[in-house]
């Protein structure tokens, strides 16, 4: 699980450590965002609904996936229970899973945020989310259901794929991981 609020640079991570991986990325916003495309008139309540569905819809693909699969699920955890996310790994038969926890300043989140606001599509919130994303800055973390690795995305240089790579390799034997 690559974990973190949004625009604390998870997806980049993600996507950095599926190539180095060759695992497969299961992405909240690759699922939700081909929706925004076709539908007019998303407010926040319905993104979150559209939210809440892909979540869904990850942890169906999950289960579905013969035995031995790896995956790479990015998404923000904490936007919904913990216990449901336990729910959905036993549903998926996932016994083993690591997380990967981006941490990053209500400053440094702020900046991202506000700098892509372009490029989102609409149904995302706006700059008046901005406020709210500060906040949860400050009260975020892990879902620490197994081995939480910290990286620290206020630094200006990426983080170390190979070196997180490395990590989950040690930490998780051949199962069914995500």
């Known amino acids: 699980m690559v974990n973190g609020i949004p625009a604390s640079g998870k997806s980049?991570?993600?996507?950095?450590?599926?190539?180095?991986?060759g695992w497969l990325k299961l992405s909240l916003d690759g699922i939700k965002n081909?929706?925004?495309?076709?539908?007019?008139?998303?407010?926040?309540?319905?993104?979150?609904?559209?939210?809440?569905?892909?979540?869904?819809?990850i942890w169906s693909i999950v289960a579905d996936a013969p035995a031995g699969s790896t995956f790479i699920v990015d998404a923000w955890f904490g936007f919904q229970p913990r216990e449901l996310l336990?729910?959905?790994?036993?549903?998926?038969?996932?016994?083993?899973?690591v997380e990967v926890w981006c941490q990053i300043s209500a400053e440094r989140v702020a900046g991202r945020y506000a700098a892509?606001?372009?490029?989102?599509?609409?149904?995302?919130?706006?700059?008046?989310?901005?406020?709210?994303?500060?906040?949860?800055?400050?009260?975020?973390?892990?879902?620490?259901?197994?081995?939480?690795?910290?990286?620290?995305?206020?630094?200006?240089?990426?983080?170390?794929?190979g070196i997180i790579y490395d990590w989950i390799l040690h930490q998780l034997p051949r199962s069914k991981i995500a």
Do not use: C, W
Not at 12 to 21: D, H, I, P, V, Y
Not at 132 to 141: K, S, V
């Open 86 to 97: 336990r729910d959905y790994l036993a549903q998926a038969g996932v016994t083993r899973l």
């Open 34 to 57: 081909p929706f925004l495309q076709h539908l007019d008139g998303v407010d926040r309540a319905f993104n979150r609904t559209l939210g809440k569905a892909s979540y869904q819809v």
């Open 116 to 161: 892509r606001l372009g490029e989102r599509l609409p149904g995302h919130p706006g700059a008046e989310y901005i406020a709210e994303l500060r906040a949860l800055a400050e009260r975020a973390g892990p879902m620490q259901l197994g081995p939480v690795y910290s990286v620290d995305q206020d630094r200006d240089q990426p983080p170390d794929v």
């Open 12 to 21: 980049a991570l993600a996507e950095r450590l599926s190539q180095q991986a």
